[in-house]
């Protein structure tokens, strides 16, 4: 079975503009988590979407926004994009949501990088 | 304070070493707990969910301490391929969606 997989692997941006970021999780699965992860440190959470709610969010400015599709797959959109946006963008996906036992699978990863 | 707090490391050890690492986290809530490791530039993939009654996974032990609030992994007979970050991770009982992670611990191990 294919593991989560993200879109683009690498992604260089200037400040000021746009990205969106996609991601498909494991199949069965009806989580996704985004996380931000910079040199140095533990990846950093994001948002949790489960059957396209959001679950759970993270201490992110509003210019991070995501959205989850009918096929459970995900976006993570970032506007007016800044120096310190750069970092790996890490998908993650999981059977369910909550605070059980419900281990997450990451994907590669995006590599944002913002001149 | 970060709400989980890992000893940065690195550690250093030759192959045949046992080493131990100890996450402690700030939040009594938690309630679930795992150990992901991460390659140089890969995603964390993981190594082990922590129970409260500790688990074992061959040269790997997990324990969880919830009166002290700290968890520990156990490396046995350390091989050169469990050089890694090891990343502690908590989920809190409020904000059911949320994973905190640790900055991780760095391990070499050498010949």
């Known amino acids: 079975d294919a593991g989560v997989t993200q879109s683009p692997t690498h992604l260089i941006k200037t400040r000021g503009q746009h990205v969106t970021l996609r991601c498909s999780p494991i199949s069965g699965h009806k989580s996704v988590s985004w996380y931000q992860q910079v040199l140095g440190q533990g990846p950093q959470f994001i948002f949790q979407y489960y059957e396209k709610e959001e679950r759970g969010r993270g201490n992110f400015p509003d210019r991070f926004s995501a959205r989850q599709f009918p096929n459970y797959s995900s976006e993570l959109n970032v506007n007016a994009l800044l120096l310190g946006d750069s970092a790996l963008y890490l998908c993650a996906s999981s059977l369910e949501s909550g605070t059980g036992w419900y281990e997450q699978y990451f994907g590669p990863g995006t590599r944002l990088t913002v001149t | 304070r970060k709400e989980v707090e890992q000893d940065p490391g690195p550690f250093n050890v030759p192959e045949g070493a046992t080493v131990a690492f100890n996450c402690t986290y700030s939040?009594?809530?938690?309630?679930?707990f795992f150990w992901y490791r991460q390659d140089c530039r890969k995603e964390p993939k993981l190594l082990m969910s922590?129970?409260?009654s500790g688990n074992e996974d061959g040269r790997f032990t997990a324990q969880l301490n919830r009166a002290s609030q700290y968890i520990s992994l156990l490396i046995r007979d350390s091989k050169l391929s469990d050089s890694a970050t090891y990343l502690c991770v908590v989920k809190m009982g409020t904000n059911a969606g949320k994973s905190t992670f640790g900055d991780g611990t760095t391990l070499t191990v050498k010949p």
């Open positions: 939040n009594s809530a938690s309630q679930s």
């Open positions: 922590v129970y409260s």
